[in-house]
């Protein structure tokens, strides 16, 4: 199972961006995939989570500002960010459980300047 992130950036606040992840290894269609977000010195978090039929969840400090998707075909899960405000600076993490296994994506770093 291989999951391929990319989208980093430097961002203003109020600013968006768009982070993609390409899974491999898996049914994907079948399977939860989510995005955390590890900032400095602190635990990683939930950012959203969204379900093999499209169900979605987020995590209170982004709901209304992000929004996560899939495409089934591509077999991608993208998260888009928007009204991005310094807090949301961390290191972003795709992530599948499968398996019986957490798989995780390289970190992709988003950085939201004041």
């Not at 590890?38 to 499209?54: F, N, P, S």
């Not at 993490?93 to 004041?114: H, I, K, P």
């Amino acid at each position: 199972v291989q999951l391929q992130a990319s989208g980093r950036g430097l961002v203003q606040t109020g600013g968006s961006l768009r982070l993609s992840c390409a899974a491999s290894g898996i049914n994907f269609r079948i399977y939860t995939m989510k995005w955390y977000r590890q900032a400095h010195g602190k635990q990683r978090e939930l950012v959203a989570g969204i379900t093999g039929d499209g169900n979605t969840n987020y995590v209170d400090s982004v709901k209304g500002r992000f929004t996560i998707s899939r495409d089934n075909v591509r077999r991608t899960v993208s998260l888009q960010m928007n009204s991005l405000e310094p807090e949301d600076t961390a290191a972003y993490y795709c992530n599948v459980e499968a398996y019986q296994w957490n798989y995780w994506g390289q970190g992709t770093q988003v950085t939201v300047s004041s």
